[in-house]
Antibody, heavy 121, light 113 residues
Framework: EVQLVESGGGLVQPGGSPRLSCAAS????????MHWVRQAPGKGLEHVAV????????YYANSVKGRFTISRDDSKNTLFLQMGSLRAEDMAVYYC??????????????WGKGTTVTVSS | DIVMTQSPDSLAVSLGERATINCRSS????????????LAWYQQKPGHPPKLLIY???TRESGVPDRFSGSGSGTDFTLTISSLQAEDVAVYYC?????????FGPGTKVDIK
């Protein structure tokens, strides 16, 4: 079964630097681009970051550029999102999603259930 | 950045009737070299992650019922549910993946009348 399972969310203080993980199974992880998408409470979807299948291309939302870093470890079938300088507006459910191809420029065909990041002192 | 807008914000349709959602991009998402529109539609039910319905503006994802269809090109797109079922109550989002940062529309909430 194709599956994505996020972890690493929780209560974080403003300015904190949590790392989110997404464990993939049931497919050839190294063949696909991978994305992070977030959803603030009661709000719509915001694309956060994407990494190509070979890791050579990464793109970020303007709101997180310079603060967040997306990376992947194909040997562990795991996607990461290193978050930094967290702000109240970063509070959201963070979803990991598989790109439909190895290119960043593709739709997202498999989604995890999400992990919640709460920013509060 | 490409701005995505959707209309209406919400709609209520009787069971078995047609639901139509519009999506507009602030610039064309049609890539001329392959004649593909880099536009996807997602369905999100409360408490669940989004689900891919349509990609390349009009290609239905495997397993998606054929009552869902996508159309349009360039900057104007439409998602149509030909005969609304109770399980289609959800929020629907369009998304462009033509240029970074990738952007979503604000969503359209579909309910039963």
């Amino acid at each position: 079964e194709v599956q994505l399972v996020e972890s690493g969310g929780g209560l974080v203080q403003p300015g904190g630097s949590p790392r989110l993980s997404c464990a993939a199974s049931g497919f050839s992880f190294s063949s696909y681009a991978m994305h992070w998408v977030r959803q603030a409470p009661g709000k719509g979807l915001e694309h956060v970051a994407v990494i190509s299948s070979n890791g050579g291309s990464t793109y970020y939302a303007n709101s997180v550029k310079g603060r967040f870093t997306i990376s992947r470890d194909d040997s562990k079938n795991t996607l990461f999102l290193q978050m930094g300088s967290l702000r109240a507006e970063d509070m959201a459910v963070y979803y990991c999603a598989r790109g439909s191809t190895g290119s960043c420029y593709s739709s997202m065909d498999v989604w995890g259930k999400g992990t919640t990041v709460t920013v509060s002192s | 950045d490409i701005v995505m807008t959707q209309s209406p914000d919400s709609l209520a349709v009787s069971l078995g009737e047609r639901a139509t959602i519009n999506c507009r991009s602030s610039q064309s998402v049609l890539y001329s070299s392959n004649n593909r529109n880099y536009l996807a539609w997602y369905q999100q039910k409360p408490g669940h992650p989004p689900k891919l319905l349509i990609y390349w503006a009009s290609t239905r994802e495997s397993g998606v019922p054929d009552r869902f269809s996508g159309s349009g090109s360039g900057t104007d797109f439409t998602l149509t549910i030909s005969s609304l079922q109770a399980e289609d109550v959800a929020v629907y989002y369009c998304q462009q993946y033509y240029s970074t940062p990738f952007t979503f529309g604000p969503g359209t909430k579909v309910d039963i009348k």
